[in-house]
């Protein structure tokens, strides 16, 4: 017997998408603009001003997506709804055209034996709650339970896995503090009122799943291991914030009721004093949680906003087409830092991938087959499923992988300048082309990790 890693039996193998990355066609079939929209049609916010508007054109090519994903023999599939197909002005009337969309595609995920796992949120507010406040109005923690309700009634059932949100952290940091992503802004009094906003409404919408909902739900966070640069008090006290902002600030308020202190001193008189109902509110039982992990941060004492916190480059490290390092220890030492700081709470990799750079258009083989090469990414993929597979023989409860991502996709900001799919997309033929690590990793599934 090989000693090579055999996975827990019933270990869950898939791979993610989010809507506005994959589906194109953002205002078809009555859809209201969602912030993406807005933000892709302003000027300088988008590199090279590519937009959603046509993406992968899932919206259409859906079913021979779904065709595809059981020939490379995927369990499941994690994916996002756009709120504002399901509520074009984000609360009252829905858009039964929108909701007939995803109803299919789960109906052709399930009749292709292929688990649906389904976020509430990745990142598309719909514009219209945008005008009246967004992440900043304490009503959306309401607006978000009616949205995700009316999708619990439709689909619980055939949906048995439900996420609230994809990654606050980045929704906050990246939304309204540092301004990179949509909605943009960029104020350090904002982002935590849009942060304590958002597991608010995570919150409201996981106490709504217990009232209609009989399956499983549970939060995704993006977390990253942050390694001291050296052993100065003030390196270690660098390390001690960015832990605390990034990989605390979410999971400690819903899995333990609680902010981390690190918070108040980072954010100072713009870090509000929240009222109690709101941490009750917040601390919702889960039935699981979606680590995203893509790299680890050695990090420094430095002049930074508004963390005064910086990162140092590795000059023997390897590093992906998105500057981060490849580190796959940083997850198995992540895993169990979850375990030992909140429990056994099962957990799910809902991301974990890299964008190397792979060509364009795919090569023809000697044989004529449609080839795209990507040895990095499956060195990538080999070495970070190995790291789980340490994590769970010490103990971490960790109940499946989602690769990130199954397509080429629009990598929010970066437009398609990125490419993390396991399956090449040519854009302007909207061409799939399975990658060698794809044909890797349908043979990973098919030997529950044997062929690592
Ligand atoms: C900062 O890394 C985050 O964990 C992260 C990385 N990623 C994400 N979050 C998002 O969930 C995806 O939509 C991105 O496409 C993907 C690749 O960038």
Same mark, same amino acid.
């Given at each position: 017997?090989? /000693? ?9 193998? %898939? ?9 194109? #066609?953002?205002? +078809?079939?009555? &859809?209201?603009?969602?912030? *993406?929209?807005?933000?892709? !049609? ?15 054109? !899932? ?23 756009? *709120? ?13 055209? %929108? ?28 514009? &219209? ?5 967004? *992440? ?6 309401? *607006? ?26 980045? @929704? ?5 503090? !540092? ?7 960029? #104020? ?12 608010? &409404? ?17 939060? @995704? ?11 100065? +008090?003030?390196?270690? &006290? ?13 999971? !400690? ?14 954010? %100072? ?53 998105? %500057? ?30 890299? +964008? ?51 397509? /080429?996709?629009?990598?929010? #900001? ?8 396991? @399956? ?29």
């Amino acid at each position: 017997m090989s /000693d090579a890693p055999v996975f827990p039996q019933g270990f869950l193998w %898939g791979a993610a998408t989010a809507a506005h990355q994959i589906e194109g #066609s953002p205002l +078809a079939d009555g &859809a209201g603009p969602s912030i *993406w929209t807005r933000f892709a !049609h302003t000027p300088g916010m988008m590199l090279n001003g590519d937009t959603g508007d046509v993406a992968c054109d !899932h919206y259409n090519r859906w079913k021979d997506d779904v065709k595809l994903m059981r020939e490379l023999g995927l369990q499941a599939y994690r994916f996002s709804v756009s *709120w504002s197909r399901i509520l074009p002005e984000g609360t009252g009337r829905v858009n039964q055209k %929108g909701l007939d969309f995803y109803s299919r595609l789960v109906d052709e995920l399930l009749a292709n034996g292929i688990e649906p796992l389904l976020t509430l949120y990745h990142w598309d507010l719909p514009a &219209a709650l945008d005008d009246r406040g967004g *992440w900043l109005n304490r009503d959306i923690a309401d *607006w978000f339970a009616e949205y995700g309700s009316v999708l619990f009634r439709a689909l619980d059932g055939r949906v048995k896995k439900w996420v609230t949100l994809n990654e606050p952290w980045v @929704v906050t940091d990246g939304g309204y503090l !540092h301004g990179a992503l949509a909605p943009g802004h960029r #104020s350090r009094f904002e982002a935590p009122i849009a942060s304590h906003n958002l597991m608010r &409404a995570h919150g409201a919408a996981v106490k709504a799943y217990r009232e209609i909902g009989k399956h499983e739900i549970g939060l @995704v966070v993006n977390i990253e291991p942050k390694y001291p640069a050296t052993d100065s +008090a003030e390196d270690q &006290a660098a390390v001690r914030r960015a832990h605390a902002y990034m990989n605390e600030q979410y999971l !400690h308020p819903a899995l333990l009721g609680h902010y981390p202190p690190e918070l108040k001193e980072i954010f %100072g008189e713009a870090w509000p004093e929240w009222p109690a109902e709101d941490y009750a509110l917040i601390k919702q039982p889960l039935d699981f949680v979606g680590i995203n992990y893509y790299t680890r941060s050695v990090t420094k004492a430095a002049t930074s906003y508004p963390l005064n916190t910086g990162v140092v480059k590795q000059p023997l490290g390897t590093y992906t087409e998105t %500057g981060w390092e490849v580190f796959p220890q940083g997850l198995t030492d992540l895993l169990l830092w979850f375990k030992q700081t909140y429990g056994d709470l099962p957990v799910y990799i809902t991301e974990n991938g890299a +964008a190397f750079f792979d060509p364009p258009t795919a090569d023809v083989d000697a044989a004529g087959n449609r080839r795209v090469r990507d040895p990095l990414r499956m060195d990538y993929l080999r070495k970070h499923l190995s790291a789980i597979h340490d994590a769970i023989q010490a103990g971490v409860d960790i109940r499946g992988y989602m690769l990130w991502s199954f397509l /080429d996709n629009l990598e929010w #900001s970066l437009g398609y300048s990125k490419r993390f799919g396991m @399956v090449h997309v040519n854009y302007g033929t909207q061409e799939r082309t399975p990658k060698d690590s794809a044909r890797w990793y349908s043979e990973v599934i098919r030997t529950h990790g044997r062929k690592l």
